[in-house]
Every structure is written in C-alpha cells, then in structure tokens.
C-alpha cells in the first residue's frame, strides 16, 4: 500500500490520506467521506483506501 495524496473534503473539510494498491484484475469503484462526498473515484488495475487523518472543526 502506497500513500497517494492528502485529500480535503469538499464539502464537510474532512481530510483523508489516500493510499493506492496495485491489483492484478481490474477494479472500478470509488471511495466516500463519511457526509457522501465522493473522493475518489477509479478504473483500472488499483484501488485506493482512506484513513481520516483530521476531521472537520464544523460546530453543527
Ligand atoms: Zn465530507
């Protein structure tokens, strides 16, 4: 597993690390935040995992 990037949320400001995987088959499907925001999306030989690495300070 390999770090990809550091993604922000759009819409909520979470913050999620993105790591890849290479995989022999091909694989399409995408990853959400936890409000429903899409944060990645793929086709191809990878897939991608996130961890929440800084949640959002929204006080609601
Ligand atoms: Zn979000």
Do not use: F, P
């Not at 597993?1 to 400001?13: F, I, N, P």
């Not at 990853?31 to 690495?53: F, H, P, Q, R």
């Amino acid at each position: 597993m390999a770090y990809e990037r550091t993604q922000t949320c759009v819409k909520c400001g979470n913050r999620w690390e993105i790591y890849k995987l290479r995989l022999i088959m091909r694989d399409k499907d995408s990853l959400e935040c936890d409000c429903g925001e899409t944060l990645i999306k793929w086709n191809g030989a990878v897939m991608y995992t996130s961890k929440l690495v800084d949640k959002s300070q929204d006080s609601h």
